[in-house]
């Protein structure tokens, strides 16, 4: 198989909300994500005020590029948590730098999405927008080790100072 470069552009920008990508404390989270007026029009978000979530696919834009490891490594650095290749985690050191979101939609207001829930940062480049659809979660049986569970104990639990 060929490599293939792949080129895309931003469709929206997120404005508002954190300023910082922290590891923790994204519950209550309120941003809007700002769709291009340049590139669609307001009939690009018809119906989509019917879901209640969105999934948001966007660029770590702000992860420091020279901090990738493609090897295992252990989430957060924990000496209590074991080592994993980089498939298994779902932080911001991507090889791509793609991040997936999944947000609660408020509110659909031209081409502004207010969500809530969404980890991603003011600026982010979002490239995709999708509705979420309960059919589209996972089947059969869920599994994982209990590392996650214990990591994000906190990862949507609202700011101190909130």
């Known amino acids: 198989m060929a490599d293939q470069s792949i080129t895309v552009q931003p469709i ?14 994204w519950g209550g989270t309120r941003a809007i994500i700002r769709i291009d007026g340049r590139r669609f029009g307001a009939d690009s978000t018809k119906g989509l005020e019917d879901f209640s979530h ?5 660029h770590f834009h702000l992860t420091d590029q020279t901090d990738l490891d493609l090897g295992a490594r252990r989430a957060r650095d924990n000496p209590d948590w074991p080592e994993v290749g980089i498939f298994g985690h779902r932080n911001m050191r991507r090889t791509n730098w793609l991040g997936v979101s999944r947000c609660r939609l408020l509110k659909v207001d031209g081409l502004d999405l207010h969500v809530e829930d969404l980890d991603a940062v003011d600026g982010t480049p979002v490239l995709d927008i999708k509705p979420w659809f309960t059919e589209f979660g996972p089947r059969g049986p869920l599994s994982q080790p209990s590392w996650p569970t214990e990591m994000l104990t906190n990862y949507f639990a609202p700011a101190a100072n909130e």
């Open 12 to 25: 929206a920008h997120v404005l508002g909300g954190r300023v910082e990508p922290t590891d923790d404390y």
């Open 54 to 58: 969105l999934e948001v696919v966007f």
